[in-house]
């Protein structure tokens, strides 16, 4: 078995040590940053004693262009160590995941939870000690739902469940760019953002500032003042009164619909983070080439379309940020009264939306579903021993050898299990602490990762495609006043239900009837029995009592 563990620490003292290397060069930068300013306050002044202006005048301009690109170059030092020290984390993370320490991982998905699912409840899909809390590695928001996604809705086809298969494989042995791609969302935020007001703001187009009329007035204006600036300065033709009166009439203008503007601004003023973050994953995505059909599809979606990619146009979106960033600054206010700048802006604004404002949601997509496709691949390159399913659309089987546990780690307890008849019911019987209810709920884990596209824990896992429904954990609800028995009631109802209408069904049914007392359990067990026995259905039941 190949050592994954040495290969993330070996990648943790590699960027340990660039750490280090980039926490120097800051420093030379910030020694540089200070020895440029005294330069260029105290040769300029000492020249400007001196009488000598030109001199002085020179050295302050050189030294300041010296000192801005010093800024640059600093700001540009402390991204890059960000981006190491997420590149660092993700390698911690992955050894504790390879330790069985995942459980430690801040973010499990508690809120996904739902009661009322089929499976995700009585399988740990999500919360604590949770699928989810296993192998999510997204930063995104859209990422975590295409995760969530794939966990409670899988794959309904041999076909798409074969093609994810390939995509996992891909990404499994990408593992460098795979922690590129998260580390990139880890550099600019540490919380997922919600991106829905974004695609309304994409799709909310405003068609007053895109009038040819506004738009062709808009840019006349500021040159017609430039103008009049100009000859007022140069020539006698005309006095500063008639550009002071223009720029008057500029401020009524900038007065009207100065709300709706001011708001358009403060919609786009709060996705700067989270537009910059999709510029670099989505940089990531387009320059990578990639073999299996699934991923170039993906791709397909972000590029070569309209003549454009995705990034160009996120690039441009973050660009017109950059100029509306500052407009609460005075100096900036005086060049927005002189040239219209807010409008200009919202020309800008409106002609990005026309051309790519409905295309955001599906880029967004795009990248959330590779950062949930890379989640995956963290099972295969994590447990390369794992084997990937065999699916069988027509032949109904569920054969696996060697099988555990998922996230039970290297106390698991493998197992085998073999159902190849048409229509199958399975109890399971046993003292208290033998393993039943764990037994039960390998399989199921197993057969959501199969259906995911996912390698499981087997040695090898042959099954056919089936709904996954479950009846092995119930409680009492005492907001709707429904007691354990009650709720247990409830959902042996919804499985009885789902087995009329559903064909190739799989059933997990633990500790049926556990409210009563045991005879009534085993009548009730028998009867349920005798009544799924009766239902001419291609489906397998598992039930432990």
Not at 118 to 131: A, P, Q, R
Not at 160 to 181: F, G, M, P
């Given at each position: 078995?190949?050592?994954?563990?040495?290969?993330?620490?070996?990648?943790?003292?590699?960027?340990?040590?660039?750490?280090?290397?980039?926490?120097?060069?800051?420093?030379?930068?910030?020694?540089?940053?200070?020895?440029?300013?005294?330069?260029?306050?105290?040769?300029?002044?000492?020249?400007?004693?001196?009488?000598?202006?030109?001199?002085?005048?020179?050295?302050?301009?050189?030294?300041?262009?010296?000192?801005?690109?010093?800024?640059?170059?600093?700001?540009?030092?402390?991204?890059?160590?960000?981006?190491?020290?997420?590149?660092?984390?993700?390698?911690?993370?992955?050894?504790?995941?390879?330790?069985?320490?995942?459980?430690?991982?801040?973010?499990?998905?508690?809120?996904?939870?739902?009661?009322?699912?089929?499976?995700?409840?009585?399988?740990?899909?999500?919360?604590?000690?949770?699928?989810?809390?296993?192998?999510?590695?997204?930063?995104?928001?859209?990422?975590?739902?295409?995760?969530?996604?794939?966990?409670?809705?899988?794959?309904?086809?041999?076909?798409?469940?074969?093609?994810?298969?390939?995509?996992?494989?891909?990404?499994?042995?990408?593992?460098?760019?795979?922690?590129?791609?998260?580390?990139?969302?880890?550099?600019?935020?540490?919380?997922?953002?919600?991106?829905?007001?974004?695609?309304?703001?994409?799709?909310?187009?405003?068609?007053?500032?895109?009038?040819?009329?506004?738009?062709?007035?808009?840019?006349?204006?500021?040159?017609?003042?430039?103008?009049?600036?100009?000859?007022?300065?140069?020539?006698?033709?005309?006095?500063?009164?008639?550009?002071?009166?223009?720029?008057?009439?500029?401020?009524?203008?900038?007065?009207?619909?100065?709300?709706?503007?001011?708001?358009?601004?403060?919609?786009?003023?709060?996705?700067?983070?989270?537009?910059?973050?999709?510029?670099?994953?989505?940089?990531?995505?387009?320059?990578?080439?990639?073999?299996?059909?699934?991923?170039?599809?993906?791709?397909?979606?972000?590029?070569?379309?309209?003549?454009?990619d995705a990034k160009d146009a996120i690039k441009k979106l973050s660009s017109i940020y950059e100029k509306i960033a500052n407009r609460a600054n005075a100096i900036v206010m005086v060049f927005n009264i002189m040239f219209l700048l807010d409008y200009q802006f919202?020309?800008?604004?409106?002609?990005?939306?026309?051309?790519?404002?409905?295309?955001?949601?599906?880029?967004?997509?795009?990248?959330?579903?590779?950062?949930?496709?890379?989640?995956?691949?963290?099972?295969?390159?994590?447990?390369?021993?794992?084997?990937?399913?065999?699916?069988?659309?027509?032949?109904?089987?569920?054969?696996?050898?060697?099988?555990?546990?998922?996230?039970?780690?290297?106390?698991?307890?493998?197992?085998?299990?073999?159902?190849?008849?048409?229509?199958?019911?399975?109890?399971?019987?046993?003292?208290?602490?033998?393993?039943?209810?764990?037994?039960?709920?390998?399989?199921?884990?197993?057969?959501?990762?199969?259906?995911?596209?996912?390698?499981?824990?087997?040695?090898?896992?042959?099954?056919?495609?089936?709904?996954?429904?479950?009846?092995?954990?119930?409680?009492?609800?005492?907001?709707?006043?429904?007691?354990?028995?009650?709720?247990?009631?409830?959902?042996?109802?919804?499985?009885?239900?789902?087995?009329?209408?559903?064909?190739?069904?799989?059933?997990?049914?633990?500790?049926?009837?556990?409210?009563?007392?045991?005879?009534?359990?085993?009548?009730?067990?028998?009867?349920?029995?005798?009544?799924?026995?009766?239902?001419?259905?291609?489906?397998?039941?598992?039930?432990?009592?």
């Amino acid at each position: 078995m190949l050592d994954r563990s040495k290969e993330y620490n070996n990648k943790v003292e590699l960027y340990s040590r660039k750490i280090e290397n980039k926490d120097k060069s800051i420093k030379v930068i910030r020694y540089f940053r200070l020895i440029t300013f005294i330069i260029g306050i105290g040769v300029p002044l000492a020249n400007i004693f001196a009488k000598n202006y030109l001199m002085s005048a020179v050295i302050f301009a050189f030294s300041l262009s010296i000192f801005i690109y010093l800024i640059y170059i600093h700001h540009k030092e402390i991204y890059e160590r960000r981006y190491l020290i997420s590149l660092k984390q993700i390698n911690e993370k992955s050894i504790k995941r390879l330790n069985g320490k995942w459980k430690e991982f801040r973010d499990n998905g508690s809120e996904f939870k739902d009661l009322q699912h089929n499976y995700s409840e009585d399988l740990d899909i999500f919360g604590k000690s949770s699928v989810f809390q296993w192998i999510n590695s997204t930063k995104t928001f859209v990422g975590r739902q295409k995760l969530r996604e794939r966990l409670e809705n899988p794959l309904k086809s041999v076909s798409e469940i074969t093609t994810t298969q390939e995509a996992i494989k891909e990404l499994s042995e990408n593992l460098e760019w795979r922690q590129k791609l998260e580390a990139e969302g880890m550099v600019i935020t540490n919380e997922p953002i919600q991106p829905e007001q974004l695609y309304s703001w994409g799709k909310d187009k405003n068609e007053l500032y895109t009038n040819k009329w506004l738009i062709f007035f808009a840019r006349l204006l500021p040159v017609l003042m430039l103008f009049l600036i100009l000859m007022a300065s140069f020539t006698t033709l005309i006095s500063y009164k008639i550009p002071f009166l223009l720029f008057l009439f500029h401020m009524i203008i900038l007065m009207i619909g100065i709300k709706e503007r001011n708001s358009e601004f403060e919609r786009i003023y709060k996705f700067k983070k989270s537009i910059y973050l999709y510029v670099k994953m989505l940089e990531l995505i387009i320059h990578k080439d990639f073999e299996s059909e699934y991923l170039k599809k993906l791709k397909k979606d972000l590029i070569g379309y309209k003549g454009y990619d995705a990034k160009d146009a996120i690039k441009k979106l973050s660009s017109i940020y950059e100029k509306i960033a500052n407009r609460a600054n005075a100096i900036v206010m005086v060049f927005n009264i002189m040239f219209l700048l807010d409008y200009q802006f919202m020309i800008e604004f409106g002609k990005w939306r026309v051309k790519w404002g409905n295309d955001l949601e599906k880029w967004f997509n795009s990248v959330g579903e590779f950062e949930a496709l890379s989640s995956i691949s963290n099972i295969n390159y994590d447990n390369p021993n794992w084997a990937f399913p065999n699916i069988s659309k027509s032949e109904f089987k569920l054969k696996t050898t060697k099988m555990g546990h998922p996230l039970i780690g290297d106390n698991m307890v493998c197992n085998s299990i073999n159902i190849e008849q048409k229509r199958n019911i399975l109890l399971i019987t046993g003292s208290n602490m033998s393993g039943k209810s764990t037994f039960l709920r390998t399989i199921g884990t197993n057969l959501v990762l199969a259906y995911i596209g996912s390698p499981v824990c087997a040695e090898d896992f042959r099954c056919s495609l089936m709904n996954i429904i479950t009846c092995m954990r119930t409680s009492d609800n005492l907001e709707n006043n429904i007691s354990s028995f009650y709720a247990e009631i409830l959902r042996i109802k919804k499985v009885v239900e789902n087995a009329k209408i559903n064909d190739n069904v799989f059933f997990l049914l633990d500790e049926l009837f556990k409210g009563t007392n045991s005879i009534d359990r085993h009548r009730g067990a028998i009867a349920l029995i005798k009544q799924l026995e009766e239902m001419a259905l291609r489906g397998l039941f598992l039930l432990m009592i």
